[in-house]
């Protein structure tokens, strides 16, 4: 009830700041009206300021209705909602294999239950995002394989692997622009591609690509989904762990490719990892936060999570006093495996976590699906 108030208070408040404005002739008002009902991706943006400005903060999972810790294809399952009855307000998903044209992606999960998961989860009112491990276009192998330091130049320079790329890129748009509601309009998510590129782990990586290849590979990208006409897209950016703003800007592609900033951050190392986990999640949210600000965008923990929950109070304990400092509008945590005893990063029944974990879900703060029907 609390967190409805706020919201409603919110709400208030975005049409008096627009109150200003009112000066503005009858044309213009009627054109950005068309303009919020007409391109999905605008709508999820306003929707996410909204969120903002009621300081409140959506709880996301990566493939939560699709598997958990030991279980695997179940229907209306989620290990989250098991523990606090609730679904995530979002769910993460992965692009990796759409590229190949399979029909299942990297982790094993049909790309048909994902498209009916993004519409059951926007039926709800919850919220979808994307990511992407692309396999290594050069060297065949996967989005890990960093064999190869010149993949991303030969794919910006060389004639064959660009058509590659393109055809690549061009399969991911495709999917995600087939994503629509039972009224056939496009359902708007957010797609963070080449997430984590100030690390090397990746074939975009650091130390395997040049800042200026990697700004071109996004502008790549933007130019394939909007030669598409692809409207439902919310683009973020998502370095991983940084110090500082310098860091952070390092490879930012520029403002006309960006909607929203994010922040990937882990805990390693059980509760021996936590002091080192609040640094690296304060430096990193307060570089993306002020470049936000700076920058006009919104701001999200895209990626983050403590594997294995050993660290009882973590949610509270650790994650959430940090959080609740920043203007976030989410908070992702990673997906629970099936089929791999320790990966996981939300609670299942039972599970150490699962106590903190419930009082993170009863906070005012958070939000589950159920409350997202009230953010309009
Ligand atoms: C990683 C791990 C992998 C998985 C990949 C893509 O962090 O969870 O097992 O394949 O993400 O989801």
């Excluded at 810790?69 to 399952?77: L, N, P």
């Excluded at 990511?131 to 320079?157: E, F, M, Q, Y």
């Excluded at 920043?326 to 791999?340: F, G, L």
Aim: aromatic share 12%.
């Amino acid at each position: 009830m609390k967190k409805i108030l706020v919201i409603l208070l919110a709400l208030a408040i975005v049409p008096a700041a627009f109150a200003a404005g009112r000066a503005k002739s009858h044309k213009t008002k009627k054109k950005m009206a068309k303009t919020c009902q007409v391109v999905p991706a605008k709508r999820l943006i306003n929707r996410l300021n909204k969120v903002t400005a009621a300081g409140l903060i959506i709880f996301g999972h990566d493939d939560d209705p699709v598997y958990g810790h030991g279980w695997c294809g179940d229907k209306d399952r989620s290990d989250v909602k098991s523990v606090c009855g609730d679904y995530p307000g979002i769910m993460n998903w992965d692009l990796g294999m759409i590229e190949k044209c399979a029909d299942k992606e990297l982790d094993g999960v049909p790309f048909d239950r994902i498209r009916s998961e993004v519409v059951v989860q926007d039926a709800r009112g919850g919220i979808n995002t994307f990511s992407w491990h692309p396999r290594n276009p050069v060297t065949g192998g996967d989005a890990w394989d960093v064999k190869n330091d010149s993949t991303v130049h030969l794919c910006i320079t060389d004639e064959a692997m660009n058509d590659t790329l393109r055809t690549w890129i061009g399969r991911a748009a495709d999917f995600i622009g087939s994503l629509r509601d039972a009224k056939g309009n496009r359902i708007p998510v957010v797609f963070r591609p080449w997430h984590e590129m100030n690390g090397s782990w990746f074939w975009w990586g650091a130390k395997h690509c040049s800042i200026q290849d990697y700004v071109a590979l996004w502008q790549i990208t933007r130019e394939v989904f909007d030669k598409k006409g692809i409207n439902n897209v919310v683009w973020a950016y998502s370095p991983n762990i940084v110090a500082n703003k310098t860091e952070y800007l390092a490879t930012y592609p520029g403002d006309k490719y960006v909607d929203l900033l994010g922040a990937d951050c882990y805990q390693f190392n059980d509760e021996k990892g936590t002091n080192d986990y609040i640094k690296n999640l304060t430096s990193s949210l307060d570089a993306a936060t002020a470049v936000a600000k700076e920058h006009g965008k919104l701001v999200a923990l895209t990626e983050t999570g403590c594997q294995t929950l050993k660290v009882a109070d973590w949610w509270m304990g650790v994650l959430y006093p940090v959080m609740v400092k920043y203007p976030i509008c989410y908070v992702t945590v990673w997906r629970n495996a099936h089929d791999k005893n320790e990966h996981f990063f939300a609670p299942y029944p039972g599970q150490a976590s699962a106590p903190s974990f419930v009082k993170f879900y009863n906070d005012k703060k958070t939000v589950f699906a159920r409350e997202m029907k009230t953010i309009k």
